[in-house]
């Protein structure tokens, strides 16, 4: 071009710029943001823009903020999209406080934020559930004088929903409707997402019947949300009255509605729903993912059928899923109850040989098996590679241990765990002394769990006269049997 005099303009190198990025070459692409300025060309704010975005997309924040700060000290203005841009990628990392400063930097260069960038802070804070930022973004929105539309009202519904505040998503779709907006489908859904986190399957139900009343008609995200709420509040009915739609033909049976069906019924701890939804997932031609695979080996584990367990194992190793940390916690579960705990320990070695991170749930599963089956000493052996990695103990931790010394009689080591529990800034709770004394009357040994009882405040000044008196009730119940 410069051969036949005709030299390249702002909109030539802007092509060129984006051409760049899109092909995954951000840094050639602002390599020609140098070019320009050899050249005597001012890169505009779209130059500067269309390369912040290609490296918050490609996850290169700081070169993205960087790239920023080089457009400003250049004299270059960011306009709304620019901004847009750096606010979704912090969105992306959660750095709100930064997000913030952003607005305010748009605020002081008399740059107006529009929707977009309402709506993306709005996302943002409410996925990571943090109310007191919906807060203030909904007011700074105030401040600056931007009236929301329905879209924005159904974000700010949906922010309060994730951040489980039914009461001020309920107040959001009030002053949606006084705003002069009627609802859709989608504000329905965000209050209902509100609802079902809490589990309040009632006024889920409402919501759902003035939903068909406005003459609008339940989704699949409806639908699931209603699981999830009926799943929350324990209302298996529910669940199954759904199912039984879905079956009967008249809802249709989505990928993500039977996984929900699958994952509810797995909550409710229902085994034949559990059971009956996911064969329907597999009739429906869909593949299971690891979540539910895994859930299927749990609760298959819980319910003692092993040989059901050990096909779900085969099935995951057949869809080529890699287990992960759940499946190997729920595998150790499984040889744990049925009374294999050196398969428990033998699951935990590999899942350390293939470089795994065991957490505290694997340790205390192993640690349990060892227990149950009066292997203290390996239970022991345990907790101090537990404790090697780094791992802390819990209260699931001691009075397992204290469950196990107790069956079998060794008080002494059972006061040596107490002891080491209150020094440790882990308080016994009431099922550590019951579990205690139902050891001691096990053995008959009454008096002695009447000593041990008076013994508590001694040692745990913070345990209430009203919980000492059950315990006292609990051995003369047992003393009377």
Known sequence: MEEKNCPPDSVTYNELVAAYVRAGFQDEGAAF?????????????????????A??????EDRALSLFRQMKESGCVPNVCTYNSILGMLGKKSRVDDMMEIISDMKSNGCKPNRVTWNTMLVMCGNKGMQKYV?????????????????????????????????????????????????????????LNALARRGDWRASESVVLDLRNKGFKPNETTYCLMIQSYSKGGNIRGIERIAKEIYDGHIFPSW??????????FKCRSLVGMERAFQEFLKNGYKPDLVLFNSMLSIFSRNRMYDRAQDMIHFIRENGLKPDLVTYNSLMDMYARAGDC????????GLLEGNGRPDLVSYNTVIKGFCRQGLMQEAMRTLTEMTNRGIRPCIVTYNTFVAGFSARGFFQEVDEVISYMIEDNCRPNELTYTTIVDGYCKAKKYKDAME????IKEKDGLYGEESTQRLVSRIRENMES
């Open 256 to 265: 993500m509605l039977l996984r929900t069906l699958v994952l509810a019924n």
């Open 342 to 349: 050196w398969k428990a320990q033998e699951v935990l070695n």
């Open 452 to 455: 041990f009882v008076s013994r």
């Open 135 to 191: 807060n203030r973004v909904f007011q700074e929105m105030k401040n600056c004088g931007f009236e929301p539309d329905r879209d924005t009202f159904n974000t700010l519904i949906s922010a309060y929903g994730r951040c489980g505040s039914e009461i001020s998503a309920s107040k959001m779709h009030e002053e949606m409707i006084k705003a002069g907006f009627s609802p859709c489908i989608t504000t329905y859904n965000a209050l």
């Open 33 to 53: 943001i140098e070019t320009m300025a050899q050249k005597g060309i001012m890169p505009n704010a779209i130059t500067y823009t269309t390369v912040i975005d």
């Open 55 to 60: 490296y918050g997309k490609a996850g290169k």
